[in-house]
């Protein structure tokens, strides 16, 4: 089952995808919404990933040294700092300075937006559509996907 169209798998997602080959790809998801964890758990798995949940950046940098992700998906504003600090900490480690990153965010200031663009995150506006959550993760990567049409690159949103 889908977990977030319901529909019988192996069909996925409203474009009617079927789940990719992500298997050997681990994603930390790091942001304090509740909801944003129990929605994004099984859809990404559905699409094949393995997934850890982190509600704070001291959880995030815990899940960081127990099971290196190869992905990051991060949240701004969260309880015990802000992710776009602990973004800065991530590129001046070696081990993490070419982490591939996913900023998840509801801010709209033009600063803080380049800054993330110019720490070498791709970013994505909540909220969000599945679509849009899968084009994203995929350029990302650096991955072609089927849905990402001419231009999809640059957006933000």
């Known amino acids: ?43 990404l798995e559905q699409l094949g990933y393995s997934v850890s949940i982190a509600k704070t950046l001291d959880e ?31 590129r001046n480690q070696g081990r993490t300075s070419r982490l591939p990153v996913l900023v998840l965010t509801a801010e709209g200031e033009d600063r803080i937006l380049r800054e ?4 070498g995150a791709a970013l994505v ?7 849009k959550l899968t084009q994203r993760i995929a350029l990302m990567f650096g991955d072609a996907h089927p849905d990402a049409g001419p231009g999809s690159a640059g957006s933000a949103s």
Do not use: Y
Not at 18 to 32: E, G, I, K, T
Not at 62 to 87: Q, T, W
Not at 116 to 119: K, S, V
Not at 125 to 131: A, D, E, G, R
């Open 116 to 119: 993330a663009r110019r720490l």
């Open 1 to 43: 089952m889908c977990a977030v169209t319901a529909q019988p798998s192996p069909v996925c997602c409203k474009a009617g995808r079927r789940p990719v080959a992500n298997s050997a790809r681990h994603l930390l998801v790091v942001d304090d919404e509740p909801h944003i964890g129990l929605v994004l758990r099984p859809f």
């Open 125 to 131: 506006t909540k909220p969000f559509s599945p679509t």
């Open 60 to 90: 995030a940098r815990s899940a960081l040294k127990a099971k290196p992700p190869d992905g990051l998906l991060l949240d701004l504003h969260l309880p015990d700092g802000s992710g776009l600090d602990f973004l800065r900490d991530l």
